[in-house]
């Protein structure tokens, strides 16, 4: 029956080939459907491949093309490292394409996972198999090894060494090592309590790569955490625990003894050292402290402990430089220490001079004998500002009297002998002076050599004169009042010189409590001056010449000046008529502001007749500006036809500084 099903088909294909069958004869024939092909990316969810320490898997596959349609179902199974079916056959919709919470039921080992697919029909297809690696084993504890001491700053990069899990690893083997490094002892390296994540596992290399390189930390107690993690992500039951204490802060030091600039005498210097990390106190866990002094790149004086000192005695500049080293072994001493240099030491300056400058007096210039300059010399310190010059009667014993200074340079003291108060005779001069150290010096020696002594005055000498010009020259008589006066003189040496540019005070002292009045004027090359007075009542006048660097002081000889107060006076009539009304007569005193007593000045009232003088009938007082009013009545016969002169006189007074004055006639006649 088969061979002739075959027959007939094998005809069928051959007539319908040569197009010999009829349109039905050629219809198709049905062929039995082909075995469902095995899933495609069949794998093991979340692990591609490796190791897990939890017993629950999840598989994913991929359904091919197939020309048959949907698949019925789809089969998976669990088989044991023994080849052993522990799980299922079990079986899912055609077109599902996960199982979850496909549990392992046995011991860590590689499972083996086979899913496949069935047609309606019944027919199986190829299975896809993927392997279940499973250890749940913990790997054995393990803990850090970290030194006791106290770590400082060149303990950094710090290597800390886990000690190897004992025994036989797991099945998955030792993935490496999580270590927790934190300021709170209860932090563990990894979130859960019996596994560590890939991110979580520091360590990475399995068993052997049991070193942690920290390359720092805070200062203060950091707690360490070790577990072994193994290659399914297991960790140990316990974690290793290590204390470490960090101290990289170098110790504060500080100078004491150091002086703010230049001394004359040894220095004590203490090097006095703080930590408030691992401290300055010798103890276990850490390397001996001490504390060290160098002077000028010498070797260090050094102390155990937190203090060291040292004198420095010898003159110069001597650099210091001073350090400490704490518990931790952290110092700056500008050493290399793992690899890592030190900071420098701190460093200071101490200057020493002890030998006092040197001091002598400088040719005067002949040009200003008055100006005395003492020149200091030192070579360390340097001259300090503040010496000065004094001077006394040569052989008197007496103090020295110091002499104003004035501006000088650096390493000169300059003072100024003003003569002109000193009586003649010798005089002898003394500098005091000292440097930057406070080392003093005395001398009253030149530089030339021989003692700085000089005879008063040492100055040229100097005539100044001064008198009225032309037209004002009366010094014999009194002036006007109300003008101005121009006054003038010449200043020469003793041999006759003129002295020009030399400026002359010219001081006019009034009388009746006027204040003074002064006035500077310069010499022409003719050594001569001419000044313009203002007006003003009568006055002494001096003039002074105070002297330059070369020429002496001089005053002339005082000038007295004399003016005459002006008077007016006018009547209200010039005919009088006997018995009738008076004739009023009136006028004013002028002078200048202040010089009219608050009571006024008294002015005489005075006639004349030809051949008779001047005679006073009456005295009046102004006022305080100097005016007058009296009315006077002609009742006497005699005068009738009689012309008379009258005229106001003012009189010298206490306090009027004025000279005596009257004013212009006045002629009345009598009728």
């Not at 939890?54 to 089969?75: C, M, V």
């Not at 002594?453 to 032309?470: Q, S």
Request: with cysteine; charged share 20%; glycine share 12%.
């Amino acid at each position: 029956m088969i061979a002739r099903f075959s027959t007939l088909a094998g005809v069928a294909t051959l007539a319908a080939v040569l197009g010999l069958l009829s349109p039905a004869a050629r219809a198709p024939v049905a062929r039995a459907a082909a075995p469902p092909p095995a899933p495609l990316e069949l794998q093991v969810y979340g692990t591609q491949g490796e190791w897990r320490w939890a017993r629950q898997f999840a598989l994913t596959w991929t359904i091919p093309n197939h020309d048959g349609g949907p698949f019925a179902s789809a089969h998976y199974r669990l088989r044991d490292p023994s080849g052993d079916i522990v799980v299922g056959p079990a079986h899912v919709p055609g077109d599902q394409t996960a199982v979850q919470g496909l549990a392992v039921p046995g011991p860590p080992g590689t499972y083996e996972a086979e899913v496949w697919f069935e047609a309606a029909d019944g027919q199986r297809g190829p299975a896809a198999r993927v392997p279940l690696r499973f250890d749940d084993v913990r790997p054995e504890d393990v803990r850090p090894f970290v030194a006791a001491n106290w770590l400082g700053r060149t303990d950094f990069p710090l290597p800390i060494r886990i000690s190897r899990p004992l025994g036989a690893p797991p099945l998955s083997g030792i993935r490496g090592y999580a270590v927790s490094l934190t300021q709170l002892p209860v932090l563990r390296p990894c979130a859960s309590t019996v596994a560590c994540t890939e991110a979580e596992t520091d360590l990475r290399e399995g068993a052997e790569g049991d070193v942690h390189l920290v390359p720092h930390l805070p200062e203060g107690t950091t707690y360490v955490q070790a577990l072994a993690v193994s290659g399914s992500g297991r960790a140990s039951a316990r974690a290793g625990e290590a204390v470490l204490r960090v101290d990289t802060t170098s110790p504060a030091v500080r100078l004491l003894g150091l002086p703010s600039g230049w001394t004359n005498r040894p220095v004590n210097l203490t090097a006095v050292a703080s930590d408030t990390g691992s401290g300055m106190a010798d103890g276990p866990g850490g390397v001996p402290p001490f504390t060290a002094i160098s002077l000028d790149d010498g070797r260090p004086i050094v102390a155990a402990g937190a203090t060291v000192g040292v004198t420095v005695i010898g003159e110069g500049v001597h650099r210091v430089a001073y350090y400490a080293r704490d518990l931790a072994g952290n110092v700056d001493d500008g050493a290399s220490g793992n690899g890592n240099p030190n900071p420098p030491p701190r460093e200071a300056v101490v200057r020493i001079d002890r030998t006092p400058p040197q001091v002598a007096f400088a040719s005067q210039d002949p040009g200003d004998p008055g100006l005395l300059r003492a020149i200091v010399v030192d070579p360390l310190s340097g001259p300090a500002a503040g010496g000065w010059i004094g001077v006394r009667r040569r052989g008197s014993g007496d103090r020295f009297a110091a002499l104003p200074a004035t501006p000088a340079p650096s390493g000169e003291v300059r003072a100024r002998w003003s003569s002109d108060a000193f009586p003649p005779g010798e005089y002898e001069f003394r500098a005091f002076v000292h440097d930057a150290a406070g080392n003093a010096a005395v001398s009253s020696q030149r530089r030339g050599g021989g003692t700085m002594v000089l005879f008063n005055p040492p100055k040229e000498a100097a005539n100044l004169e001064i008198g009225l010009t032309a037209p004002d020259r009366r010094l014999g008589g009194a002036l006007r009042a109300g003008l101005p006066v121009r006054v003038g003189g010449r200043i020469v040496n003793a041999a006759g010189t003129p002295l020009s540019s030399m400026q002359v005070h010219v001081l006019e002292r009034f009388g009746g409590g006027l204040p003074d009045r002064s006035s500077g004027v310069v010499t022409d090359e003719e050594g001569r001056f001419v000044l313009q007075l203002p007006p003003g009542p009568s006055r002494e006048v001096t003039a002074t010449f105070a002297g330059s660097a070369r020429v002496a002081a001089t005053a002339a000889a005082p000038m007295r000046l004399a003016v005459r107060s002006a008077v007016r006076l006018r009547a209200s009539a010039h005919v009088a008529r006997i018995g009738g009304a008076p004739i009023v007569f009136a006028g004013r005193v002028v002078a200048a502001p202040g010089t009219i007593p608050a009571e006024g000045k008294s002015v005489q009232l005075q006639f004349r007749l030809p051949g008779v003088p001047w005679t006073e009938f009456r005295t009046v007082q102004t006022d305080r500006r100097g005016r007058f009013r009296y009315p006077y009545r002609f009742s006497d016969d005699d005068s009738r036809g009689v012309r008379f002169s009258f005229r106001a006189f003012a009189p010298a007074q206490g306090g009027w500084p004025y000279e005596p004055a009257g004013s212009r006639p006045v002629a009345v006649r009598g009728r």
